[in-house]
Structures are given as structure tokens and as C-alpha cells.
């Protein structure tokens, strides 16, 4: 039903910049919540950043300060700005589409791969 396209990862030197993008095609009415996840090789995927339909947000420890997640509803995209990028942020990073009302329904984009070198 919804569909998640992201772009703009890359390669940067630790102490750059990136942003993400994932753009989303699909029934998008009603309350959900957009995420961004990663995953770095021999890790578990874990949640970066989310950001309601209503703009609330909130990051995990590690992110706050250096990300900023983002969406312009109207053209059903969400932004992570990614700065004072280190090493330890190499990963594949992921969109993630959630509604929980009247169903739980999630949605999953093919996820793009960040790379920060020393």
C-alpha cells in the first residue's frame, strides 16, 4: 500500500554532512509515523530518528545534536540531515512507514548505504 524509495547516501569523511531522503507513494492519510533505522555489518537494526504526522520527534542518544529528521507532508517525503558525521554511523540506514490505527501496517524502503571514513 505504501511504497519508500531512499536516496542520498554516499561516502564522506568523518566530520561531513549528508542528507537522506525517502520518498513515499501511497495511501498516506491519517495518523503514522515515519522513521529512520540503520544497520552497521554484525549489528542489529536499530532506530535513529522518528517524526510523527503531527512533527514530534525524538532520536536515539547517539544522534542527538548531529541529526535532524524532517517532512514536507505534501509531497510525502521525509529528510534525515546527517552532520559531524562519524565512523561509528557507517551503516545501511532504512525509511520505515508506521500507522497504528485502525490497523497496525508497516512499510519498509530497500535501504541506502552511508560510509564515513577517518
Known amino acids: 500500500q505504501v511504497q519508500l524509495v531512499e536516496s542520498g547516501g554516499g561516502l564522506v569523511q568523518a566530520g561531513g554532512s549528508l542528507r537522506l531522503s525517502c520518498a513515499a507513494s501511497g495511501n498516506m492519510f491519517g495518523i503514522n509515523v515515519m522513521g529512520w533505522y540503520r544497520q552497521a555489518p554484525g549489528k542489529q537494526r536499530e532506530l535513529v530518528a522518528r517524526i510523527t504526522s503531527g512533527g514530534n520527534t525524538n532520536y536515539a542518544d547517539s544522534v542527538k545534536g548531529r541529526f535532524t529528521i524532517s517532512r514536507d507532508n505534501a509531497k510525502s517525503t521525509v529528510y534525515l540531515q546527517m552532520n559531524s558525521l562519524k565512523v561509528e554511523d557507517t551503516a545501511v540506514y532504512y525509511c520505515?512507514?508506521?500507522?497504528?490505527?485502525?490497523?497496525?501496517?508497516?512499510?519498509w524502503g530497500q535501504g541506502t548505504q552511508v560510509t564515513v571514513s577517518s
Open positions: 520505515k512507514f508506521e500507522r497504528n490505527y485502525p490497523t497496525y501496517l508497516d512499510f
